[in-house]
């Protein structure tokens, strides 16, 4: 069971916020502390468009450059979780490439760029897609070294909308990424053989941004961690 705790943007752009995000992570029992790098300008479009002009405004607040990447790299090192990060542009693979990041992640909203998945997946490295946009049947791209998971894009999203596989294992996804709000959705998916949980984290769902109010605390992460890998074990 590989266990993804998605800090994404919920550091709010504080670098401190960011550094207890991965501790916490670490000490919930999370495999993975994944991040989300990429640049507002592209994926909201310019300054005083609509309607994205307010997403736009918020995204310049969240967004790490470079230096701030290594940090975070150096923090998950000393920490002993495995950092990843979510990258939207070829600018930003290449920020984990310099990193020496292991795995990488693609995001539903980036599994439609064509140059950068093949570029990220060029890299033989082990991939976790999400197809939250992907509406064909089959799967995006014929590579050996992609993993996908189930996603609905819905932030958060309601128990009625999931539509979960009835089997991972006799689909195309070997995981799940889980924008519901607690951990019920996931577990289910573990029963129904899911082997990857994304699951995006918090220190407090009240904090302002679009991803706090659908993330882990810190005690549901350790139990999700704790009831899913017991599910594992006994559906072996």
Known sequence: MIVIAEIGINHNGSLQLAH???????????????????????????????????????ALTVQFNFEDAR???RWCDEEGIEFMASVFD?????????????????????????????RVLGTGQETFVS?????????????????????VPKYPCEYGDIHLPVSFAHSVYEGFSDHTIGIEASLVAVGRGARILEKHFTLNKGLPGPDHVCSTTPDELAELCRLSRLMEKIGR
Do not use: M
């Open 131 to 151: 197809l939250g946009f992907w509406e064909e049947p089959g799967v995006p791209y014929d590579a050996r070294n992609a993993r996908y998971l189930y996603c």
């Open 71 to 73: 940090h975070l790299k």
């Open 90 to 118: 070829l600018e930003r693979f290449e920020w984990t490439e310099a990193l020496g990041v292991t795995r990488h992640k693609i995001a539903s909203r980036a599994a439609q760029n064509v140059e950068l998945c093949r």
């Open 20 to 58: 207890e995000l991965i501790r916490q992570a670490r000490i919930s029992g999370a495999d993975i502390a994944k991040f989300q790098f990429y640049d507002p300008y592209k994926i909201f479009g310019p300054e005083g468009s609509h309607p994205n002009a307010e997403a736009l405004a918020q």
